[in-house]
């Protein structure tokens, strides 16, 4: 089913996509009839509108999810300090020898000492997508 909108004078065709491979994290593959109809419609526009047109696309990527850190990240601007994080778990300990009623049990991580549970990470190293 085709879809038609009118934007600045232009008419803009959508056609449907088919599910056809996996690319990355998108099952998406155009149609050769939408992909003329894209075509098309990049033509109809301004030479200076078409040149903004292809560097936008050119610089759009596709982000990933750290399974680190959480954090959204570029495939291509990862490197060996982009996610910083903790070697080991935040853990507690009793701050006395004999369990009593007084005792406190106290958080931190084992790797650098921090009692906060949001501090920032000790070591630095890259991001590590799900997809990896």
């Known amino acids: 089913m085709e879809k038609k909108n009118r934007i600045h004078g232009h008419h803009f065709a959508f056609a449907k996509a088919i599910a056809v491979k996996r690319n990355g994290s998108a099952f998406v593959k155009a149609t050769s009839q939408t992909a003329h109809v ?23 990527t596709l982000l990933r999810v750290c399974r680190i850190c959480k954090k959204q990240f570029d495939p291509k601007q990862n490197g060996p300090h982009s996610c910083q994080r903790h070697t080991c778990t935040f853990s507690g300990r009793l701050l006395r020898v004999e369990p009593t009623e007084t005792s406190d049990l106290t958080f931190f991580y084992d790797c650098c000492g921090a009692t906060d549970v949001d501090a920032p990470g000790c070591t630095f190293g890259c991001h590590e997508s799900y997809d990896d």
């Open 38 to 60: 894209n075509e098309r419609i990049l033509h109809s526009f301004p030479v200076a509108t078409r040149k903004a047109h292809m560097r936008v696309n050119a610089s759009a």
